[in-house]
């Protein structure tokens, strides 16, 4: 079956001790629609270790694209990560190197493959049921 390791992630910290680089308000000034916490729904205890992990209640996010302006702005800020309707942004700072170290990868951001709004192939579903109801449980040794 080409399984592998599992990686089992958590954390001690609960999602309210995460707090945002600035608030939101301040990043609204900048052009940006909120955080990636606030767009996504699941346990708490998933939340903050997508927190920890990924950084989620400190990227950015704006649901379309930005000015010169913005950019120029937000690379500026305290803000060290940020996604656009198009691209997603990593700035790299190295403070001692002086206010003007600072690099900035840009990627593309690719449509959706999974968990999007197309409709579910009711013939699968189906199948899939049928499969699962000649299920019986299997005999336990003694």
Avoid at 70 to 85: C, D, F, K, P
Avoid at 96 to 101: I, K, N
Wanted: net charge positive.
């Amino acid at each position: 079956m080409r399984l592998s390791d599992v990686a089992i992630r958590r954390t001690g910290r609960s999602l309210d001790q995460f707090s945002p680089p600035m608030t939101r308000e301040e990043l609204a000034r900048l052009g940006m629609d909120g955080y990636a916490v606030d767009y996504l729904r699941g346990p708490a205890a998933v939340l903050a270790m997508l927190c920890e992990n990924i950084k989620i209640h400190a990227t950015a996010v704006m649901k379309q694209d930005m000015s010169e302006q913005q950019y120029s702005a937000l690379e500026s800020s305290v803000i060290s990560s940020w996604v656009t309707s198009a691209s997603s942004y990593q700035v790299t700072r190295r403070r001692e190197y002086g206010p003007s170290a600072v690099s900035t990868r840009v990627r593309d951001v690719l449509p959706a493959r999974y968990w999007t709004s197309q409709g579910v192939d009711s013939g699968a579903v189906a199948d899939l049921r049928d499969n699962i109801s000649g299920w019986r449980p299997s005999s336990r040794p003694s």
